[in-house]
Nanobody, 121 residues
């Protein structure tokens, strides 16, 4: 079984900072890309940032320059440092991992349970 466990969400004032963490656990052969997505009420789940196993990053335009994604491969963990938070950053943030359970397995998506980030004025 594979689990992605997020932590670090909470309530913060506009302009403040938060750091999210996501740790993958269980049995698997390899983790490829990992990333963060978010979903506000009534909206689809959108990409926030992704990072490859070699550290190549990709960001949504809306968070570029404010959010930083990083990864610790030894701990199977990614982080999202969020700064200069805005009201519109309020959402449930989900961790995603594209991984192979076994050497002969196909790659598939795994998701965390989500962590709420609320930015207040």
């Amino acid at each position: 079984q594979v689990q992605l466990v997020e932590s670090g969400g909470g309530l913060v004032q506009a302009g403040g900072s938060l750091r999210l963490s996501c740790a993958a656990s269980g049995t698997f052969f390899r983790i490829n890309d990992m990333g963060w997505y978010r979903q506000a009420p009534g909206s689809p789940r959108d990409l926030v940032a992704t990072i490859t196993s070699t550290g190549i990053t990709n960001y949504a335009d809306s968070v570029l320059g404010r959010f930083t994604i990083s990864r610790d491969n030894a701990k199977n963990t990614i982080y999202l440092q969020m700064s200069s938070l805005k009201l519109e950053d309020t959402a449930v943030y989900y961790c995603n991992a594209q991984l192979r359970r076994f050497r002969i397995s196909s790659e598939r998506d795994y998701w965390g349970q989500g962590t709420q980030v609320t930015v207040s004025s």
